[in-house]
């Protein structure tokens, strides 16, 4: 029994968030081949009916003392046979219409999606219609539009075994308005619309949407409490087990941003997850991913940026596909941390400036391309951009400041001709002074003494 219980819930579960692995299990059994034969899809059934008609049963129960406690009257008589009618109708219809569409049109090779739409639409219908809850609801105008609400959740794709069993939950929801009818025809349009706009809240999820969006923000705030129960809080949001979201869930692309700053190999494991498995959410991933990526250019200091670039080594086998301009943008951010990882292992003052000035002209003409695309990343990248930008120039400011501290005194001597024609009248001759001392010495009868004073390189020497 326990057995059975796991197994029986197990299929509902994938029916109702995870058909694309519901239609792998039933393929590695078997379920789905073309030569299946009759009594095989007959047992499949068999085997899932004690739980649908358990599940029918009770939210038969639930929406008749519902109705009953707003003072709506119930024909319980009706409920019960009309569901019982009305499921066993389903199963035979079932089983022969899975014969007929799997010879005619072949197995679908996927599990569209609306195979859970349209099974859980069946099985909440049938809960609320079979109770004929309402002695007024007419033959053609309600069934009519149950079965036109059910058809937005069915398409010609669904075949076998998979077919048959919403077909079932189709004739159960038709032979239960069948067993609950009466008269007056208006009234019974009016509940038809009704259940045709029910059908499409659930056929989009719209009833289940706050629940899922406000378990989402509790596993987001959760994680913002305890940061290194990431991963555990991940498990609750329902993206990690619910494959059927249309609409977009709060805090999931930041969560998986955070997982991969934690573990970067788990992070990408389930942004892949969810690239593959959850298509719906798709654009959660990839806007992970777009994080991610900004995140890893960002620098603080030019060693950063060097590194940048065995940081972004993901990018070339990434789980979803990036937006164009990143695409673009990544080869120039690229070739600039080339550069500045030359100027890094560089020694030559010269050289280490260059390696800065082709660094500036990639990120110059990147910012050229940003300006000009109109992606939804360009503008972070773009910011991005900058900030590398102000790196590089306060780098350039700061090696062009060092090289001035360290630079030599000039050498004062010239070779050569020291003196150019042009510049002759830089220097005053000593012929006057060359004079007196030639006088004074001739002139006296004995040898004088003579002083030479005055400031450096003055002649003193030559005279």
Excluded: C
């Amino acid at each position: 029994m326990k057995d059975y219980l796991r197994w029986s819930l197990r299929q509902l579960y994938l029916i109702f968030f995870w058909p694309t692995q519901f239609e792998r299990e039933v393929e590695d059994i078997g379920i789905s081949s073309l030569k299946l034969r009759l009594v095989e899809r007959l047992h499949y059934l068999l085997k899932m009916f004690p739980l649908i008609l358990v599940l029918s049963a009770i939210a038969s129960l639930i929406a008749g003392y519902t109705s009953e406690t707003f003072g709506i009257a119930v024909d319980w008589e009706r409920l019960w046979i009309g569901m019982a009618l009305g499921l066993a109708m389903g199963l035979m219809a079932g089983v022969t219409v899975a014969v007929v569409i799997g010879i005619v049109i072949g197995v679908a090779s996927s599990l569209t999606m609306s195979v859970a739409y349209g099974t859980r639409i069946g099985l909440i219908t049938a809960g609320l219609v079979t109770s004929s809850f309402v002695d007024t609801i007419a033959v053609g105008a309600a069934s009519g539009t149950v079965i036109i609400g059910m058809g937005f959740g069915v398409t010609l794709e669904l075949a076998g075994v998979r077919f048959g069993l919403l077909l079932g939950m189709l004739w159960g929801v038709v032979g239960g308005v069948a067993a609950g009818i009466a008269t007056g025809v208006l009234f019974g349009v009016l509940v038809g619309i009704v259940i045709s706009l029910a059908n499409w809240l659930m056929y989009f999820r719209l009833v289940t949407y706050p629940f899922d969006a406000v378990l989402s923000a509790i596993a987001y705030f959760v994680w913002k409490r305890r940061p290194d129960a990431i991963v555990r809080a991940w498990r609750w949001t329902p993206v990690a087990w619910n494959e059927v979201i249309w609409l977009p869930l709060p805090y999931v692309s930041k969560m998986l941003v955070m997982i991969v700053k934690q573990d970067r190999k788990e992070g990408f494991r389930q942004i892949a997850f969810v690239a593959l498995e959850r298509r719906l959410q798709r654009r959660a991933a990839l806007k992970a991913l777009v994080q991610v990526a900004i995140d890893d250019l960002r620098a603080r200091s030019i060693n950063e940026l060097a590194n940048s670039t065995d940081k972004l080594d993901w990018t070339t086998d990434a789980p979803a596909e990036l937006p164009d301009e990143m695409k673009t943008a990544l080869p120039r951010f690229d070739r600039a941390a080339q550069h500045a990882g030359q100027y890094l292992t560089l020694h030559n003052v010269y050289r280490k400036g260059e390696a800065l000035k082709n660094a500036i002209t990639e990120i110059e003409a990147l910012q050229r391309i940003l300006i000009a695309t109109r992606g939804r990343v360009a503008p972070q990248l773009l910011r991005v951009a900058s900030e590398w930008r102000r790196l590089i120039e306060t780098e350039i400011e700061t090696i062009r400041a060092r090289s001035e501290a360290a630079r030599e005194i000039p050498n004062p001597f010239v070779f050569g001709n020291p003196v150019v024609e042009t510049e002759r009248n830089l220097f005053t001759g000593r012929r006057d002074i060359a004079r007196q001392i030639e006088a004074s010495i001739l002139g006296a009868g004995q040898v004088p003494t003579l002083l030479l004073h005055g400031p450096r390189r003055m002649g003193k020497t030559s005279i």
